[in-house]
C-alpha cells in the first residue's frame, strides 16, 4: 500500500507540477498594462471643452461689432453732412464771369492728365494760348529798350530781379555808356555804382562789361543775331538768347524764365524741370511761330494772375481749362485783390510801354525814386 499511496503521490505531484503552469495564466497582471485604459486621464485634454468661453468671446466680439457698425450708421449723418468739404473744388465755366464778380458755376472739373491723350494735350495747350492772346493782346517784353544792345544787357541784369528795378536802372546805365565799345572802357567801379539797385552788382558789372567787350572785338560792336554766337556771351545763356532773338531780330524762341516753368506744370504741358527739356517739351505742341507770342502770354499771365505762392484763380480766364485750379483762392471776389499790374489797375514795369499797352489801360511804371 505505500508504494502505491507513494506512486500515486509521485503521479499527484506530477499532475500538479504539470497543471501549476496554468497559473501563468493568473499572471494575467502582466496584461496589467491595460491601465493604459485607465490612463485615460490623458484625454483631460477634452478641457478645451471647458475653454468654449473662448467662443463665447467671439461672440462678444461679434456682438461688439455690431455695436459699433450700429454706432458708425448713427453717426453716418453727420459724415455725410460734412464730406462736401473734401470734394475738389470745380473750375467755373468762364472766368470772365468771375473776373465781374459773378458767381461761377460749377459745372467744369479737370481731367487727371493719365486720361489726357497727346492729342487731347496738344488742343488744350493751344486753346490756353488762345485764350490768353485775346486777355492780353498788347503783351510784349518788358524790359525797356531801344536797340538789340541795350536788349541783351537789360536781359542779363533782370537775374534775380524784377524787370521795373531793371527799367529803372538802365536809363542811367545807357546815358553813360551808349554803346558796347563804351561800356566795355568803363571803369568796373562807377558801373557797380549804377548797377547797385539791381542786386548781385558785382557780378553783373563783370557780366556786362565782359559782353561788352566780346561784341567789340568779336562782332564788331554788334549783337549777333544766331544763337550758338549769343551763348558764347559772358552772362548770356539760351533763355537770354531767345529774348533777344525773338524780341529783337523776330526770331522764334521760348523763354524759359520763372513763370513759364511754373505755370507749363501746373497746366501739365510737361512734368520735366530743367529748362532745356521744357523748352523742347513746350516746343513739340506748338508751331515754331508762335513760340515768342507764347512765351509773353504765358509770362504775362504768370506775373499777372497765376502767381507763385496764391494764384488767384477765382478771376483766371483760363480756369475750366487748368488741372490745377483750386491751389489758389477760388472766391472771385477776393481773387480780384490779388490781381497785379494792369489788371489790378496798378502801373506796369516799363517806363515806356508801347502803345497798344496804354491804349488797353495799362499804367507807365515811374522812374527811379519816384515813390
Known amino acids: 500500500m505505500p508504494a502505491k499511496r507513494v506512486t500515486a503521490e509521485k503521479g499527484a505531484v506530477k499532475k500538479s507540477a504539470e497543471k501549476k503552469p496554468t497559473p501563468t495564466k493568473k499572471t494575467a497582471p502582466v496584461k496589467k498594462p491595460t491601465p493604459t485604459k485607465k490612463t485615460a486621464p490623458v484625454k483631460k485634454p477634452t478641457p478645451t471643452k471647458k475653454t468654449a468661453p473662448v467662443k463665447k468671446t467671439a461672440a462678444a466680439t461679434k456682438k461688439t461689432a455690431a455695436a459699433k457698425k450700429a454706432a458708425s450708421a448713427e453717426q453716418t449723418p453727420l459724415a455725410k453732412r460734412t464730406a462736401p468739404a473734401k470734394k475738389p473744388p470745380v473750375a467755373p465755366e468762364k472766368a470772365t464771369a468771375a473776373v465781374k464778380g459773378v458767381t461761377p458755376a460749377k459745372t467744369v472739373t479737370a481731367k ?5 491723350s497727346r492729342t487731347a494735350l496738344v488742343r488744350r495747350a493751344r486753346r490756353i494760348d488762345r485764350e490768353l492772346a485775346e486777355v492780353y493782346p498788347y503783351a510784349h517784353p518788358e524790359l525797356d529798350f531801344e536797340n538789340p544792345f541795350q536788349l541783351v544787357v537789360a536781359t542779363v541784369l533782370s537775374a534775380q530781379t524784377t524787370d521795373l528795378r531793371v527799367n529803372q536802372t538802365t536809363p542811367a546805365l545807357f546815358a553813360k555808356y551808349p554803346t558796347p565799345e563804351d561800356l566795355a572802357a568803363a571803369d568796373p567801379e562807377e558801373v557797380e555804382e549804377i548797377l547797385r539797385p539791381t ?4 557780378a553783373k558789372t563783370k557780366s556786362v562789361i565782359g559782353l561788352s567787350k566780346a561784341l567789340a572785338e568779336d562782332f564788331g560792336g554788334e549783337v549777333p543775331g544766331r544763337l550758338e554766337d549769343l551763348v558764347k556771351l559772358p552772362g548770356v545763356g539760351r533763355k537770354t538768347a531767345f529774348v533777344v532773338l525773338g524780341n529783337a531780330f523776330g526770331r ?3 523763354t524759359v524764365d520763372t513763370h513759364f516753368q511754373r505755370l507749363v506744370r501746373r497746366w501739365r504741358w510737361t512734368a520735366e524741370t530743367d529748362p532745356d527739356k521744357i523748352e523742347a517739351a513746350v516746343g513739340a505742341l506748338f508751331p ?6 507764347l512765351s509773353h502770354h504765358v509770362i504775362w499771365h504768370g506775373r499777372r494772375i497765376c ?7 477765382g478771376a483766371c480766364p483760363i480756369a475750366p481749362l487748368c488741372p490745377a485750379y483750386g491751389e489758389g483762392e477760388t472766391d472771385p471776389e477776393k481773387a480780384k485783390k490779388l490781381l497785379k499790374y494792369e489788371k489790378g489797375g496798378l502801373p506796369g514795369q516799363r517806363l515806356k510801354p508801347p502803345r497798344s499797352y496804354l491804349d488797353a489801360g495799362g499804367k507807365p511804371a515811374p522812374p527811379l525814386g519816384a515813390g
Open 307 to 313: 502767381h507763385a505762392r496764391k494764384p488767384a484763380c
Open 112 to 116: 487727371p492728365v493719365r486720361e489726357e
Open 288 to 293: 515754331k511761330s508762335d513760340w515768342t507770342d
Open 252 to 254: 522764334p524762341g521760348i
Open 199 to 202: 542786386g548781385f552788382f558785382r
